[in-house]
């Protein structure tokens, strides 16, 4: 892995500074408390009134490899590169409050706080 920092015209946190994408995965499975930490990041992520209405779909081939390789084919082209992933993720959220069912309008901003947190803590 390259460590560059991002160029900022502003002091900014390091784990931001130091993010990357990647564009190629490995195949070596990796360990269930990786993937917990992933989880327990996201958990531990702002969301309006605490409702936290997302959810994630963990696919991985310890759990059930045919659902893994099902994950991996509705992959976008744009998303090729992640075929190879020994461990998928899939987001979902729900568009109501648990406390009175009216809508959440804020829960796709909530679901990509998450996501951020699992991608800083990765």
């Not at 461990?87 to 406390?99: D, N």
Request: charge should be positive.
């Amino acid at each position: 892995m390259d460590n560059k920092t991002a160029k900022a015209d502003y002091t900014i946190n390091d784990l931001i500074a130091k993010r990357w994408s990647a564009r190629a995965f490995s195949d070596r499975p990796v360990e269930k408390q990786k993937v917990m930490s992933l989880l327990e990041a996201a958990r531990w992520a702002p969301s309006s009134s605490n409702e936290q209405p997302w959810r994630f779909i963990v696919f991985t081939a310890e759990n059930n490899k045919e659902m893994l390789e099902a994950a991996r084919s509705v992959l976008s082209e744009g998303n090729s590169y992640a075929r190879k992933a020994p461990v998928l993720m899939c987001a979902v959220a729900k568009r109501t409050y648990t406390h009175n069912d009216k809508d959440n309008r804020h829960y796709m901003h909530d679901v990509g706080a998450a996501t951020a947190y699992m991608f800083l803590e990765a």
